[in-house]
Structures are given as C-alpha cells and as structure tokens.
C-alpha cells in the first residue's frame, strides 16, 4: 500500500491556489467603450491641433488645415493605427481560442509569468495605473509642443498659462475659484488617507490551523467563507449572503487572528482599519475617509471576486456614548483592596471577584439625585470619530448602492436611457470589540452585522491546545501532564498571554543558561506575570511572621474546606498593593455557584481574622480589612438576594417595589426601608458570626498546619499550591519537602518560635530566637540519601 506524502499545507479549509477557477479559452469580451477609448482620445488630439492651426491664422479653412496636418501630425494617426491593430488582435482572441493560446502561452505567457513570481497583484495594477498616466501625460506634451511649436517639456510648463489667457473674463475667475477650491480638495485628501493598511492575497499566510481554543467559532465563521466563496449557492434559493460579522470577547482571545485566518483562507484582499482611523482634527474628515475606505473595496471587490475588511476595536467608531462594562474576568486589582494588607480578593473565584467589584463601584461616588454612577465617554460626537463618521458607515453598511460611472449615470441619463445598475460587490465586514455594548444599535441589526459571535475565555481543552502549539515552537522538556496542569492552574488564559508566557519561561531558562525549558520555568514565568516583580523591601523579622501566619491561615483553611477551588500560590512577598497573598484558581470549567461554595469562600476570607486573633492572643491587623469586605458583601448577597440565607424573597425586589423587606411590618416607607436593612444587617452578622466560630475551629484543629505554612513561606517567600499541599500533608512537593513537618520535635521549635515572635510583637521588639532551618535539614525518618536535592518523585 503506498502512503500519500504529508503536505506542507496547514489545516483548515484547502487554499486558494490549490482550486483556481477554470481558465477562459479564449479572450474575455470588451465592451465598446473599452474598444473605442483611445481612438477617441487620439481623435480628440488630432483634432485640437487642427484648431490650433486655425486659430493661429484664420484664414486657412478647415479642409486645408486638416490636409496639412495629415502630414504634420501624423504621428498619431500612426498612434490611432497601431490601436486599430490592437484591438482587431483582441476581437479575433475573443473568437478563436487557438490565436488566444498562441499569444498567450508562446508570446507572452514566459513575460506574465515571470512578472508575476517578482511583482506581486498590487505592484503591477500600481505600475500599470503609472505607466497610463505617463503615456497620457506624454501625449499631451506632444500636442501642447506642436501647438506651441517648442519642446514637449516646455510645453507642458506653457501650456496652464495659455489655457488660462485664451478663457473669457468670466472663465477665468472660475478657474481661480476653482484653484482654491482644488487646494481644499487636495488638503482633505491628504488628511483622508492612512489608517486603512491594505494586504493582497500573497501577503496573509495564516490559516484556521493557527487558530487554537477556539473551534466553535471558527466553525461558524466558515460558513461566512463559504456563502463568500460561492455567494449563488444561497441566492438561488432566494436568501442573501451574510455580509458582517461581529467577533466580540476579552483582549487577547484571537479576534484579529481570526480576521486574517479568514482573509488567508479565502485568498481575499484583507483591509485592516486601525483603530484610530477616523479620529481626526477637522468635522468631516471622518466621512471623507468612510467613502474613501468602501470606494477602495468596491474597487477590490470587482478585481478580486470579493474583499474582507476588518474594523479593529470597533467600539472607538460604532459608541454613541453608551455605558461598556466588562464581564467577569475584566477585573484584577479594584479599590477597595489597594489599601488591605492583605491582598483580599486574590484568593476567591474570578465570578466572585467580579461581583466584588461591582458592588463595590455601585457604591462609588453616588450621583446626588439619581444614586448612580456616573460614567461620561467620548461618543461620536466629541472624542470619536467625529460628527457623522458613524452615520457615514451606516449609510456605506446599508447596501445602497448609485450606478458606476458618469458615462453610466449621466450620458445614458441624457439619451433616455436607464443606468446599468451596480454590480453585486462581495464585503465582508468584521469587526472586533471587548466592549459590545457600548456599539450602536443601527450598526448591529442585520443587514449591516448579520452575525454576533463571542470569542470567550478558550476552555481547558483549548488552552492545552493553545500550549501545545507554543512550546512546539520552542525547545522544552514539557510533558503532557505538565500541559494537563498548566492549563488547570491557568484557568482565563486567553492565546496572547500563553503566547506571553511560554516566550517569558524560554527567557527565565536562557538567563539560568539552558537552552531547554523545563517545569519550574513554566512556575516561574507563571509567578512573574501573575504578581509582578517583588519589590525590593524587607519585613523586620516580627511582621515577616505576622505576614505569613495569617496567609497561612487562609491557605489552610482554602485547603481543608474548599473543593470548587485549588491554591494557585501563596507569597509574602511584597507586591505594589499587597503584603501578602493566596490565590487560588478553579480546577474545572464551572458555570454554577452554591451556597456550600460561597460559605467556603467566606471561611477563607475570615480564616485571617480568626487566626491573628488566635496566635496573638486576640489581637488583630488591619489587614483583615479586604477579608471582611469580601466576607460580608458575599454574606449579603447571600441573605438578600440568592435565597441562601434565613429568608427566601428578595430584599432588592422588596426595596425596589415599596414592599418593605422580608420580615417587616407595616407602616411607612422610609420606616419600612431602614427596618429592612436593620434586619437584613442582624442576619449577615449573625452568618458572619457563625461561620466566624466555624474557622477558628478549623484553625484550632490544623494549629501545626499553619505554622508548618507560615515556616514554609517565611523560609521560601513564594510557593506553589502542590507545595503548600505538600507542607500540609508531609510529603515531598515540586521545590520544597514537607516531610520535615511530620517531625514532632521540629514542630515544637516551630511553636517555640512563633511564641518569641508573638512576644516580640506584643512587646515591639527583636525575636530572640532564630527561623529553624526547615527543609534543609533531612527529614525524621528518611533515609540519609533523600536530601533536599534530590529530584522530586
């Protein structure tokens, strides 16, 4: 049996070269005006220097100076001749596939295609658009040079101000108002351009096969591609071709990759907008470059069978000034935890983090009158694109479409006859936003945005996928169980910050000098981006232990309580707005939360408070200020609004309704509100209270757990969640062996050094004692060759 060779080609949909459209056998047919240009434009020389000839000595009658110049001028009746040649060659190619093969295979095909393999489409349609405009600009030197009777260079410099002098007065001051007026034209022109990058068909090598995580909508956009390719299919039976598409999702997620996967597909002109293309200086700038840009893609769509343009960051052309928000996921450090010690939120779920925030902004500067936030943004009228740049693009998207031509729409107007309508130009518009709902309604009803797909956070099949095509790229020793866990530890990793992070962990491994990455790169690559560099400060030795005693106490009770979620990492290492930090990340794609989840959650964020105050003798840090903000918006939440709590209505519905709250009398408004949030006060602190109690039994029973934690960072400054699991378990993890911590003689020195650092901070002064020595001593009841170096099992 033999076996097809691999081809080189990437997945995805085949390419465009590889089922070219048939081949005409014979010339494509020319319309009149195509065939008839030219002559006319030779007659209409021959003919202006024939009345040139009479207007220099009126007494030479027509007929004479036509004879004369049959001599003359007959340099162009040889022009007009060699274009009668031409286009009898045409006529016959267009009949007789065999004389079209000829010249097209034997005579010039070696010249085509030689030009084709060192000048791409757009240089030759450049060179040839050049070449028109020179042949007519030497033409009219020559006529301009025999009317004048001087050189052609000359009379091309002559001849504006001949033109000039032999208008009547009238003309004349047209001609300086319309001077002026080209110098406005050509000013505007200049400031229209740019914004708007061009990439032709050999320019764009991605395909669908570089796109990873993202499989259910690359899947519907090839059904774009294909209605593109063949856009018959779905007329035929009366339905039109989907002509915009809008991909909307967080940055990073591949929007703008899958924009030029389409464009490389196809083989399709791709037209980038960026971003900032119709900010301007001057009103109507911004429209001027609309007409600009959908002129060009009339242009390409005819030449090229269709064209794809891409709107990047949409949001900046399509706002009326409507309020954006960003969904979960958007938020990583807010308000209300710059000022805690703790660097609170780090350790609950993204959605949880989310809802933090937003109750938090909800409370931030109140508008007198209404209560609400107050958010103003630029719209299209002061710092977007300018007064009527949106209506322009509406307009452009709507599909009304004027004849082509004025030769069209007004010559066969004059003779009574009706304009050929406009051609079916084949568009695809895509565009790309983070902030869907800050675009304009009239810009996303069908007919202008046909589709709305959403480029979320890929899932964790796709983030391995994603992994795995990066570190393909690089030399690494990352196993697939590696993958399995990075892709768990990194759960709304987006294709750009893999991208960042593999590139981050090859720089880790070449600064230690390998040219491999291994698993403790990846760590560290994941450290840096998550927490940022540490600064450069250290803790006196009292608060050092305070620091890491209470991050201990969230990390042991995350550990113990907490399913829905696992420790990412855990540091006190100190960052730009914290001291300190938990963070966790869940192990599984979850959409739902229970109560049994979010009481974990708040055991987490009061494990703080409860252990300061039972290691140091009831006192407490100000530390625990981001925990009870966290705790005690969830217990709200909870007991007013999820039925999670005492009562089962909702106490925003009641409020909202005048209904007072649940569990109120009667009696007046203002009575009924301030008894509702009285009660609704009693009841969160009462959860609170409980499960308060709940941590510091939790606590009280994993009293070694949290020292063995609080030595482990205090000795490590940062460790990972499978090393905290390991201190915790006794056993050996990635960088640190917990087994030293199933010692009962070293956890006494533990608690004797927690007591002389309880007494120093108690007494503001020096720890008597010394950090023990941790893992770097062997652990009781190993064998003496399992030291700290050995690789971990």
């Known amino acids: 049996m033999t076996v097809a060779p691999e081809s080189d080609a990437p997945e995805g949909l085949t390419p465009p070269d590889e089922h070219p459209a048939p081949a005409r056998p014979t010339r494509k047919p020319h319309s009149l005006w195509d065939r008839v240009r030219l002559l006319l434009l030779f007659a209409l020389a021959w003919f202006v220097v024939v009345w040139a000839a009479m207007a220099d000595n009126p007494l030479l009658p027509f007929v004479e100076a036509m004879r004369l110049h049959v001599v003359e001028s007959q340099w162009l009746l040889w022009l007009a001749g060699i274009e009668v040649v031409r286009q009898a060659h045409f006529l016959v190619s267009e009949r007789s596939a065999a004389y079209h093969g000829f010249w097209t295979d034997r005579v010039f095909g070696g010249t085509d295609r030689a030009l084709r393999r060192r000048f791409s489409d757009w240089t030759r349609f450049r060179l040839a658009r050049m070449l028109k405009w020179l042949a007519f600009v030497v033409l009219f030197s020559l006529v301009a040079a025999q009317i004048l009777e001087t050189s052609p260079p000359l009379a091309l410099f002559e001849a504006p101000a001949l033109i000039f002098a032999a208008l009547p007065f009238v003309l004349q001051l047209s001609f300086g108002f319309l001077f002026i007026a080209v110098q406005f034209i050509g000013l505007f022109w200049l400031l229209s351009r740019g914004g708007v990058d061009t990439y032709y068909p050999d320019d764009i090598k991605t395909r669908f096969s570089d796109v990873w995580g993202q499989d259910h909508v690359v899947e519907r956009i090839k059904e774009n591609i294909l209605f593109l390719e063949d856009p018959e299919e779905i007329e035929r039976k009366g339905g039109y071709v989907p002509g915009g598409l809008l991909l909307w999702g967080p940055p990073g997620t591949g929007k703008t990759l899958m924009a030029e996967a389409v464009a490389g597909e196809t083989g399709k002109p791709y037209v980038f907008v960026d971003p900032g293309a119709f900010i301007n200086m001057f009103m109507g700038v911004g429209i001027l470059k609309v007409k600009s840009l959908f002129r060009k893609l009339r242009k390409l769509s005819l030449r090229y069978g269709g064209v794809i343009v891409f709107f990047d960051e949409a949001d900046a052309l399509g706002n009326r000034g409507s309020l954006a928000s960003v969904g979960p996921g958007g938020v990583r450090g807010f308000g209300p935890y710059r000022a805690a010690g703790c660097h609170g939120a780090s350790y609950l779920s993204n959605d949880t983090r989310w809802m933090l925030a937003r109750s938090a902004a909800a409370a931030a500067e109140p508008e007198p009158e209404t209560g609400r936030n107050k958010i103003i943004m630029g719209g299209m009228g002061g710092g977007g694109g300018g007064m009527g740049t949106l209506q322009a693009l509406l307009t452009e998207l709507s599909g009304l479409k004027k004849p082509r031509g004025l030769i069209n729409r007004w010559g066969r107007r004059a003779l009574g006859m009706r304009p050929k309508p406009p051609p079916k130009y084949r568009l695809l518009v895509m565009m790309a936003t983070n902030m869907p709902e800050s675009l304009d309604e009239a810009l996303l009803r069908p007919g202008r945005i046909d589709r709305i797909y959403k480029v979320g956070y890929p899932s964790k099949a796709g983030r391995i996928r994603t992994y795995r095509g990066y570190f393909d790229k690089v030399p690494h020793e990352i196993t697939d169980s590696d993958l399995d866990k990075l892709a768990t530890i990194t759960p709304y990793a987006t294709g750009a910050t893999i991208k960042d992070l593999v590139n981050e962990a090859l720089i880790t491994a070449i600064r230690d000098g390998r040219e491999v990455i291994e698993w403790r790169d990846v760590l560290r690559a994941k450290q840096l981006k998550d927490l940022g560099p540490p600064e450069d400060v250290e803790y006196i030795e009292r608060e050092r232990h305070a620091v890491a005693v209470h991050e201990a106490c969230h990390a042991v009770v995350a550990y113990r309580m907490r399913r829905h979620m696992e420790i990412d990492l855990a540091t006190i290492e100190k960052g730009a707005d914290y001291l300190g930090m938990v ?211």
């Open 583 to 793: 963070a966790s990340i869940p192990p599984e794609d979850q959409f739902t939360r229970w109560r049994s989840e979010f009481e974990a959650d708040i055991l987490v964020s009061l494990a703080s408070l409860a252990g300061e105050r039972m290691f140091f003798d009831g006192d407490s840090s100000s530390g625990v200020s981001g925990d009870l903000e966290s705790a005690t918006t969830l217990a709200t939440f909870m007991e007013g609004n999820w039925g999670m709590g005492a009562t089962v209505s909702s106490y925003n519905t009641a409020r909202r309704l005048g209904t007072g709250a649940p569990g109120s009398a009667g009696g007046e408004s203002d009575t009924l509100e301030a008894l509702g949030r009285m009660q609704l006060v009693d009841r969160v602190e009462d959860s609170l209270g409980a499960l308060l109690e709940r941590a510091v039994d939790i606590l009280e029973e994993n009293r070694s757990a949290v020292l063995a934690v609080a030595h482990a960072l205090e000795t490590h400054k940062t460790l990972s969640g499978d090393d905290i699991e390991a201190v915790i378990d006794g056993r050996r993890g990635a960088t640190v062996d917990g087994r030293i911590y199933r010692d009962e003689g070293f956890l006494a020195e533990l608690e004797d050094y927690h007591s002389a650092a309880a007494g120093a901070h108690h007494g503001h002064s020096a720890v008597t004692l010394a950090l023990p020595l941790g893992d770097r001593r062997p652990a009781a009841g190993t064998e003496a060759a399992a030291t700290p170096h050995e690789p971990p099992h």
